[in-house]
Each structure stands twice: as structure tokens, then as C-alpha cells.
């Protein structure tokens, strides 16, 4: 999945190697079809992501499939690349990004249609009314993490009653006093097995010879506590910079970040 530096050997064969699509080249912006027919690099790395996500059984069924933003660092080489696409990702309404309570700038993303499973799914007899109520909020944030108690009642027409209801719920949290975060309800459940896995990750590999490992080999290890799966957590510390990768003839080996480095370059 990674981006190659270089085009691809071959040249005996006599055609160039395919220059890789984005969101947003070579596409017609009045055929919508077309765009969203063929996924750009960063969409498919979502999926990639999403595909590492454990069964509902695992976090109890509450938590919908979710790839964190700095993991598709961890997919696509290019990280510029990576955010303006996921600009246009949520511009056009395909997947929306939640602030998490980890305690430093991290961001899921989930694609808006499994959102929106997610929160009828969890909202029982209210259901209807904080879907209708929900879509009038994405379809104002335009993929802004955060919206104003201004613009849901002045814009939106929300009452405080409507918000009421969308706390409740789970798809508002506050961020200050007039402003509110778009959440993921039982989202709690997901950044409690997040820290506490990537802890162990990390844990396993400091207790490692010169604290590094192959990737190969620490995928291959069970650690007790980790509910997200080796795979998920090897793709956030790697785009996380929490290490270094260094490409070796016997596979990607894993190296312990300095501090520096684990403030994250951002």
C-alpha cells in the first residue's frame, strides 16, 4: 500500500509506470460517479485500516470500524498528499473526522454511512429523530470536527431541547462553552483499549534488545490486554512517529522513538 520513491523496474516491457491517482486527478468534477467509483490512495487507506478493526464483539459491539488520521502516514508516504486528500474526503461527505480524548491531536476517522448506522444503532427509540437531527449537523460542518451552539440554533433551527437530545445520545460533547465536538457514542470504549494497547505495544518493544523488532516479529506476539489487534497498534505507532522504520533485507525493523521524537512532528 505504501507509495513507491521511485517508478517501478520494467522497463524491457516499454511502458511507463502509471503516475497514482488522488481524489482529485484526471477526474471530471461533474461526474460524482466516477469519483466515487475509484477510491484515491488515502480512502483505500482507510479501508485497509478499517479491515485491522476487531469484531464488534471485541469492544462489545458499540464502537463502529475506525482508522486514527495518523495511521494513514503509516499507508501512504506522503503525507501532504494524504491531508488534502482527506480534506476533499470530507468535503464530499465520504468520512468524517472526531477529535479524541487521548490527551494530545489525534483524530479518528470513520466513513459517514457507518457513522450513521452506528448512531441509530445506539439511540433506540429515538433513533429517527437524532438521525435527522445528526444529518442536518454533518451536512453543516463540512467535516469540521467541532460546530457552535450559534450555528445549530441560528443556521440549523436546533432547540435546546435537540441538543439535549444529541448529548444524550452521544453525537455532541462539549469543547467550551458555546462550542461543541461531533462524537462517536461509546467512544470512550475505543480510546480506553487505544492507550492501554499502544502502552503494551510500546512496553513489549522497550523491553526488547536495543529496543527494536523486526515487524514481523512483533506482530507475531500476544500481549495480554491488547484488544485492538497487533496490526492496528503497529500501524499507529507507526504513523504516530512513536518509531523509527528502518528498511533492512530481513523486513521493516522497528526502532524506539527518542522523547523528542514521541512529541510527535506535526
Not at 451536512?139 to 441560528?154: A, F, N, Y
Amino acid at each position: 500500500m505504501k507509495r513507491a520513491s521511485k517508478d517501478s523496474a520494467g522497463g524491457s516491457s516499454g511502458v511507463a509506470a502509471k503516475k497514482p491517482r488522488s481524489c482529485y486527478d484526471d477526474v471530471d468534477l461533474d461526474d460524482t460517479e466516477l469519483a466515487d467509483a475509484v477510491p484515491c490512495e488515502t480512502e483505500a487507506a482507510i479501508h485497509l485500516i478499517t479491515s485491522h478493526f476487531p469484531s464488534a464483539a471485541v469492544l462489545g459491539g458499540s464502537v463502529p470500524p475506525l482508522a486514527l488520521k495518523h495511521q494513514l502516514y503509516a499507508v501512504v508516504d506522503d503525507r501532504t498528499m494524504v491531508d488534502r486528500q482527506l480534506v476533499q474526503l470530507t468535503q464530499r461527505g465520504v468520512v468524517q473526522l472526531f477529535h479524541l480524548t487521548t490527551g494530545s491531536d489525534e483524530f479518528a476517522i470513520a466513513f459517514r454511512d457507518v457513522f450513521k448506522r452506528h448512531v441509530d444503532a445506539c439511540c433506540g427509540v429515538d433513533s429517527r429523530h437524532v438521525s435527522e437531527l445528526m444529518e442536518k449537523v454533518l451536512s453543516m460542518c463540512c467535516g469540521e470536527v467541532t460546530i457552535s451552539t450559534q450555528i445549530l440554533k441560528d443556521k440549523l433551527h436546533l432547540t435546546e431541547k435537540d441538543i439535549t437530545l444529541l448529548v444524550s445520545a452521544g453525537v455532541l460533547t462539549m469543547c467550551d462553552v458555546n462550542t461543541w465536538y461531533i462524537a462517536i457514542p461509546n467512544a470512550s470504549k475505543f480510546v480506553s483499549a487505544l492507550t492501554k494497547g499502544r502502552q503494551l505495544v510500546l512496553r513489549s518493544l522497550r523491553s526488547s534488545r536495543y529496543k527494536e523488532l523486526l515487524e514481523s516479529e512483533l506482530e507475531k506476539r500476544h500481549i495480554a490486554g491488547v484488544r485492538l489487534g497487533m496490526k492496528y497498534h503497529i500501524l499507529d505507532i507507526k504513523g504516530g512517529d512513536f518509531v523509527k522504520t528502518v528498511h533492512t533485507t530481513s523486513g521493516d525493523l522497528l526502532q524506539l522513538a527518542t522523547d523528542e521524537v514521541k512529541k510527535r512532528k506535526r
